[in-house]
């Protein structure tokens, strides 16, 4: 059972556009909400968070958006940068516990 | 603040042999820390959490005797793929819980181990 969905494999955005990265989960216990940006063979880098009292936070180039209603996160970067081409997890805990990651979406930015 | 050594990088192995891999937390004492194991174009799998001084919990479908893990110190976790097959080969992360919100929201990731079973 996938608690954390990522349902786009990968995305494709011209550099300068937004681009918006989705995530659906299952699971309304879930308190906090985190985004990492992984490159290939490295370790995933946190990028954003958000904590389920909240519906917004921004961190420059970086905001995330929380729904709780429709159990969906979203994460829009804007303007999306060449660096910005990554493999994507969307996050999720309940209390401390381990993290579950969904399975990531692959954002390639256009020149 | 908050980081994670993971060693090595990259390793090649035969067959048969068992490959220890190391992560430490340079700076912050990890009372727990998590191993996963990424396939390609898969997400990242947990493995198991260690706890310092206890025995390593392990997800279900993880063998625990192929893959040992020791936990021995605050700030170092080692994780050994005894008898490894080439199906074993696959791209290893470690995790620690520095238990600070306010960095990472207290997890902090080692850039993780290439392995390759030949």
């Known amino acids: 059972d996938q608690q954390v969905k990522q349902n786009s494999p990968s995305l494709s955005v011209q550099e300068g556009r937004i681009s918006i990265l989705n995530c659906d989960y299952t699971?309304?216990?879930?308190?906090?909400f985190l985004w990492y940006k992984k490159y290939p063979a490295e370790g995933p880098t946190f990028l954003i968070s958000?904590?389920?009292?909240?519906d917004k936070n921004e961190d420059g180039r970086f905001t995330v958006f929380l729904n709780k209603s429709a159990k969906h996160l979203s994460l829009h970067i804007v303007p999306s940068q060449p660096g910005d081409s990554a493999v994507y997890f969307c996050?999720?805990?309940?209390?401390?516990?381990?993290?579950?990651f969904g399975k990531g979406t692959r954002l390639h930015i256009l020149p | 603040g908050a980081v994670v050594s993971q060693h090595p990088s990259r390793v090649i192995c035969k067959s048969g042999t068992s490959v220890k891999i190391e992560c430490r937390s340079l700076?912050?004492?990890?009372?727990?820390m998590f191993w996963y194991r990424q396939f390609p174009k898969q997400s990242l799998m947990l493995m198991a959490t260690?706890?310092?001084?206890?025995?390593?919990?392990?997800e279900q479908g993880v063998e625990k005797d192929k893959f040992l893990i020791n936990h021995a110190s605050l700030t170092l976790s080692t994780l050994t793929v005894t008898s490894a097959h080439p199906e074993d080969s696959s791209f290893y992360i470690c995790?620690?819980?520095?238990?600070?919100?306010?960095?990472?929201?207290?997890?902090?990731f080692g850039s993780g181990t290439r392995l390759t079973v030949v």
């Open positions: 700076d912050f004492q990890a009372t727990t």
């Open positions: 996050a999720a805990s309940y209390r401390d516990d381990k993290i579950i």
């Open positions: 260690s706890n310092e001084g206890s025995k390593a919990t392990y």
């Open positions: 958000i904590s389920s009292i909240k």
């Open positions: 699971n309304s216990m879930f308190d906090y």
């Open positions: 995790s620690a819980q520095s238990g600070d919100r306010n960095i990472n929201y207290g997890y902090t």
